[in-house]
């Protein structure tokens, strides 16, 4: 089992930043391939970012290309999503999974955490 603690959610205007983390106390976190997903109200849980286990490999939403930046430090044992231009729309609970698989699709992810939520004012 692989407890994810996300942390860096709150409210910001239109236009702003914000930094997620996710963190995990399990050593084997480097096996692992991250992703961020989001989910507002009343809709699917979409994809946003993901990072394979080195680093090595990643993608992004077509939503989000270009402001935002997954990343991860395996010393650390953390994974971020820097958010920048943030819109109202990006508004969302915003949840970390780690995975045995690269994947974009939130049906084949294994574990997850429990969510910040992140909210953008026009």
């Known amino acids: 089992q692989v407890q994810l603690v996300e942390s860096g959610g709150g409210l910001v205007q239109a236009g702003g930043s914000l930094r997620l983390s996710c963190a995990t106390s399990r050593r084997t976190f480097s096996r692992y391939h991250m992703g961020w997903f989001r989910q507002a109200p009343g809709k699917e849980r979409e994809f946003v970012a993901a990072?394979?286990?080195?680093?090595?490999?990643?993608t992004y939403a077509d939503s989000v290309k270009g402001r935002f930046t997954i990343s991860r430090d395996n010393a650390k044992n953390t994974v971020h999503l820097q958010m920048n231009s943030l819109k109202p729309e990006d508004t969302a609970v915003y949840y970390c999974?780690?995975?045995?698989?690269?994947?974009?699709?939130?049906?084949?992810?294994?574990?997850w955490g429990q969510g910040t939520q992140v909210t953008v004012s026009s």
């Open positions: 990072i394979n286990w080195s680093g090595g490999s990643i």
């Open positions: 999974a780690a995975n045995y698989r690269f994947t974009t699709n939130y049906a084949d992810c294994d574990y």
